[in-house]
């Protein structure tokens, strides 16, 4: 079991910056922080900075964590969690993306961030959660915005799930 503990926290240690990937490993959160910096389809640097805050019961929005806080048989409704993200930045070259609080603020407990290249953007993956409660959120950008998150049950993807898609007035074409 120490041997076990060992290996994850060197792990963890490793992996707490990614750089320059279309796609990286998993990168922890270390800290209460998980950084990536990578490279978009179009060589355009992005930096992402996810953060996260240890819970508080007097915290505004308790009762609104569906991912990643577990429910027991006799207490249906979400237990509070440890962790909970309060901001997701990205910046792709010198543009900072707008990431509506929507995107995130739901997501609780989270584990790991992994950056990927799509065919026109990328995505930023959180997994989260533990057990009954472990979550896969995906979140799609496109050119200067996030355009659609997905997150899904680890355990139950094809029965529980929900889908956003975003979209921004930019003005006149």
Not at 21 to 29: D, E, I, M, W
Not at 110 to 115: A, D, G, K, V
Request: charged share 20%.
């Amino acid at each position: 079991m120490i041997l076990i503990r060992s290996l994850l926290i060197s792990m963890l240690l490793l992996n707490a910056i990614c750089t320059d990937a279309s796609h990286a490993a998993p990168v922890n959160f270390y800290d209460g922080v998980a950084r990536i910096n990578a490279r978009s389809p179009d060589g355009s640097p992005i930096k992402v900075i996810v953060s996260t805050t240890k819970y508080s019961p007097s915290f505004p929005y308790r009762a609104g964590y569906e991912w990643g806080a577990d429910t027991t048989p006799s207490n249906p409704s979400p237990a509070y969690p440890k962790s909970v993200i309060t901001s997701v930045d990205v910046t792709v070259g010198k543009v900072k993306i707008l990431i509506p609080l929507s995107a995130y603020s739901d997501l609780a407990n989270p584990n790991t961030l992994t950056f990927e290249t799509t065919s026109n953007g990328f995505r930023l993956i959180v997994v989260g959660g533990d057990a009954g409660g472990a979550y896969k959120a995906e979140l799609y950008f496109e050119g200067k915005y996030i355009k659609r998150r997905k997150v899904a049950s680890a355990e139950f993807p094809t029965e529980a799930w929900e889908e956003t898609v975003y979209t921004f007035n930019t003005g006149p074409k």
